[in-house]
C-alpha cells in the first residue's frame, strides 16, 4: 500500500511543476515525472498478481501480469513523443520571443 | 471483400495517407493538399457504406488481426460510432477542400508535414470513434492530440505558446485517462469495453471503479473543455492559423464527446449497482455553467476569432447537459448537436480563414459593409451559420436546441429550460452585433455600386456547409428517426 502513496506523491510533484515552475523546459520534464508515476502505477498494479517473471517455462510460481508491461511500453513511446512534439513548440516560442520563462513571455506576448 | 474490414478501413487509409505524404510532396508542389482532400473523401465514402451496413443489419464487430476479444483489440461499427464517423469525415473533407483550392493552407515543402499531421490527426479521430478498447482508445487519443498540437501550433509564435499550454493540459487530461484505466483494470482484469460493462454488472460499483470513472471523466472533461477545464481553448483557437483552426475546431472536441457518451452509456452504464455519486448531476450542471459563462464571455471580444472560441465552450456545455440530463430527448439533443455545431464552426471557421486571407482582418470593429461587398457569399455562408448558431428555425440549431430543452422538461428542471433560451438572446447579441456591423450603415452611394455574387473555388467549401446547415434543419425528423434513434440507450 506505501508503494500507491508513493507513485501518488509522485504524480502530485509532477503536476505541481506544471503548475508552478516557471521555466517551460521544466514544465516538459515535471510533466515526464508524472508519466512516470502513471507508469509505476501500472507496472506496479501488475506485480500485485505474482512475483515470478512471465515465462512459461519451468514453474517459479505464480508470474506477473504481463499484460500492463507490454501497455506501458505504448505509453511510454506516447510519452517520448510528446516530449518530442512540446520541445519542438518550445523551439518555436524561443525564436520568437527570445525567451522560455513564463512571466518574461506573458509581457512578451501583451505587447 | 472490403465490407466485413469496415471499421478499420476507415483509420489505415489515413495511415496511409500520411506515409505517401512525402511522395506526394515530391510530385508537384500542391500534391500533398489534393492527396489530403482526397483522402478525406474516401474517407468519406467508407464511413457512408459503415452508416449503411449499420443501418441494414444493425451493430457489427471486426477483430484486428482476428485475435478473439476480450484479449485481442477489437473495432465496432454500431448506430452511434457510424454516425459520428461521418460527422468528423463530412466536415474534415469539406475544410480539406477548402484549404486546397482557396490556398489558404501553407504550401511549399511545409505543406507535406503539415497535411501528414492532418491525415494522422484525422486518422486518430476514426481510431477513437472506431475502437472498442479502452487502452486502444488512448493511443488513438494522444496520436490525435500530438499531431493536433503540431497542426494548431504552426503559425506565429504566439500560436507556438498556445499550442503547448494544449499540450501540457493534454497530456495532465491523457494521464489522468490512463490512471483511471489502471484503477479499472485492477478491478476488472479486462480493457474491451463490453467485456468491463458485463464484469461490472455482475461485480456492482466497487470503490476501485468509482474511482476509475472519476478519472476517466476529468480526463475527458479536460480534452472536450467542459467548462473548469476549458482554459486551453480560446487561446489555441485564435493564435492557430485560421485553417488549423477550421480543421481541428468543429470535431476536435466532438471526438471527446463520443468518448464522453460510450463511457457513460456503454461502460458505466446509468443506475449500475447502487452508487449514489450524481456524475449526470455534475455534467448537466457544468454544461449549463458552460453555456452561460462561454455565451458571456463572448460578447465583449473583439476578435473575431476569439469570439467563436468562446462560442465553442458554450455550444460543448450544450452538448454536456444534454449527455447529463439522462433522459432520451436530452440524448437525442446532445448527439444532433454535435453534428450540426460541427457544420455551423465549420462554417464560421472558414469565414474568419477567408478574412485573414483576404488581408482584411478579423478584428470585429473592422469589419464593414464594404468586407461584404468583397466577399458577398461568404458573408452570406456566414450569417446564416449565425442564426443557425442563434437557433432559429428552419436552421438546424433551432432543432438540436429544442430536444435540449424537451430534455429538460422530461427530467422536470425548469433551471435548464431558461439557461437554454437566455443563452439564444445572449447569442443573438454578439451575433447580431457582427451582422449589423456587416450589413448596415453603408452609404447611400456605396450601396448602388453592383456587388459579384459568384459561386467559386474559394466559397464553395462554405456554400456547401451552409445549404447542409439548411438541409440538417429541414430534414431533422429523418436524422433523428432513422440515425440517431436507433443508439438511444434505454434509461
Known sequence: ???????????????????????????????????????????????????????LEGDAGIPVDPLPHALMLTAIVVGVATVGVALALLMRVYKAFGTIDEPDLWKELQK | MIGEHLPIVVILTYCLAALLMPGAGLIHRRAPSILAFGTGVLALAF???????????????????AWPPPVGIELVADPLSAFFLVAVNLVSSLVL???????????????????????????????????ADLFNLFVFLEMSALAGYAILGTGSGRSAHSAFRYLILGTI??????????????????????????????AGMQSTARIALVFIILGIALKMALLPLHQWLPDVYTDAPAMSTALVAPIGAKVAVYVLIRIIYDVFPPGLGDWTFPLHTLLAVAGATAIVWGSVMAIPQTNLKRMLAFSSVAQIGYIALGIGLATPFGYIGAVLHVFNHALM????????????????????????????RLL????????????????????????????????????????YVAVILASSLLNAVYFFRIIERLYLGESAEAASRPMRVRLTRRNLALVTLAVSILLAGLFNLWIVRVLIEPMVPTF
Open chain 1, 1 to 55: 500500500m506505501t508503494a500507491y502513496y508513493l507513485i501518488g506523491a509522485l504524480f502530485l510533484v509532477g503536476l505541481y511543476g506544471v503548475i508552478g515552475v516557471r521555466n517551460m523546459i521544466r514544465k516538459v520534464i515535471a510533466l515526464t515525472i508524472a508519466n512516470a508515476a502513471v507508469i509505476l502505477l501500472f507496472v506496479y498494479g501488475a506485480s500485485e498478481a505474482g512475483d515470478a517473471p512471465p515465462i
Open chain 2, 47 to 65: 464511413s457512408l457504406m459503415t452508416l449503411w451496413k449499420t443501418l441494414d443489419g444493425g451493430a457489427f464487430r471486426y477483430s484486428v488481426g
Open chain 2, 97 to 131: 477542400f477548402h484549404a486546397h483550392f482557396s490556398d489558404e493552407a501553407e504550401s511549399g515543402e511545409r505543406s507535406i508535414s503539415y497535411y501528414a499531421c492532418v491525415m494522422l490527426m484525422l486518422g486518430g479521430f476514426s481510431g477513437i470513434i472506431g475502437t
Open chain 2, 173 to 202: 487530461g491523457a494521464s489522468f485517462y490512463l490512471i483511471g484505466l489502471g484503477f479499472l483494470y485492477a478491478e476488472t482484469g479486462s480493457l474491451n469495453m463490453g467485456d468491463v460493462a458485463l464484469i461490472l454488472e455482475t
Open chain 2, 345 to 372: 464552426k465549420a462554417c464560421l471557421f472558414l469565414f474568419s480563414a477567408r478574412l485573414e486571407k483576404s488581408d482584411l482582418g478579423i478584428r470585429i470593429d473592422r469589419l464593414t459593409p464594404e468586407t461584404r
Open chain 2, 376 to 415: 458577398p457569399v461568404s458573408t452570406a455562408c456566414f450569417v446564416l451559420a449565425a442564426i443557425s448558431m442563434i437557433g432559429l428555425p428552419p436552421t438546424a440549431g433551432f432543432f438540436s436546441k429544442w430536444y435540449l430543452i424537451l430534455g429538460s422538461y422530461e427530467s422536470g428542471n425548469w433551471v
